[in-house]
């Protein structure tokens, strides 16, 4: 099965740009002298964190940018960094330069002005083709390592509003393709809301149901497709990312 021609992919490359290599795996598609774009891969933690032993991003950012070191809310962990990615998410990424662009960026996200686009393989095909996943959303009670949406007798630490936007995009005979909105950032927002409808992205380990843990996917099929914002400089910014080979050929799911 592949998902090769179909719209949600684009045609790849940015508007602003070219890229060049940042690591064996990972690219710079854009920077100026406030801001960097990256290509995370798909695997690759965005900062060092409990059993985290490879290289990060970060690091790698670092050895090219080392005026970022002291830039952001807590620099000596995640210099730079305005916004993450799940180590298992590829696609692009913004990382501040200097602190007065991370403030900028940081207050664009609280008030929603990015615009973030994913795509997702989800189990199953949708009723709705069309719709909105929103809620309160915190640490879950029940396993501390898990975000949940709060729902039922299902309760949280912390919890913060969350909201979600998706459109189907193509279906296969046990997956669909999604294009997903997400107009807020929490942790493993975009999983936990789609795994709450029924339909966990294909390859999502934490996130799934006892019938799809068999399935050998050969990743988390949740990819960061593009970004568009206002850049401190008042131009306007629209970069994006064509997902790896992996999204043209699905796994079958025989244990089904």
Do not use: C, W
């Amino acid at each position: 099965m592949k998902l090769a021609d179909t719209p949600a992919l684009g045609a790849g490359g940015v508007t602003h740009g070219g890229s060049s290599p940042l690591s064996p795996t990972m690219k710079i598609i854009f920077e100026n002298k406030d801001i960097i774009v990256v290509d995370k891969p798909v695997g690759m933690a965005v900062h060092a964190g409990v059993g985290t032993s490879e290289k990060t991003l970060v690091d790698f950012l670092l050895e090219k940018f080392p005026e970022i070191k002291n830039v952001g809310d807590a620099p000596k962990i995640r210099p730079g960094i305005v916004h993450r990615l799940d180590k298992e998410t590829s696609g692009v990424m913004i990382v501040a330069r200097n602190q007065k662009t991370f403030e900028y960026l940081k207050d664009l996200f609280k008030s929603r002005n990015i615009e973030k686009k994913y795509l997702a393989v989800v189990h199953g095909k949708l009723k709705e083709k069309m719709g909105r996943i929103e809620g309160e959303m915190g640490r879950s009670k029940r396993d501390f390592r898990k975000q949940s949406l709060v729902r039922g007798k299902i309760s949280v630490r912390k919890e913060r509003y969350s909201l979600t936007d998706f459109e189907v995009k193509k279906e296969f005979e046990k997956y669909s393709l999604l294009e997903v909105f997400p107009k807020t950032g929490r942790m493993h927002q975009i999983r936990v809301h789609l795994h709450s409808i029924g339909h966990p992205i294909l390859g999502d380990k934490k996130y799934t149901f006892k019938q799809y843990k068999n399935i050998n996917a050969p990743r988390m099929f949740l990819h960061a497709a593009s970004i568009r914002f206002t850049g401190p400089d008042n131009k306007k910014y629209f970069f994006e990312s064509r997902p790896s080979a992996e999204f043209e050929n699905l796994p079958k799911e025989k244990s089904l």
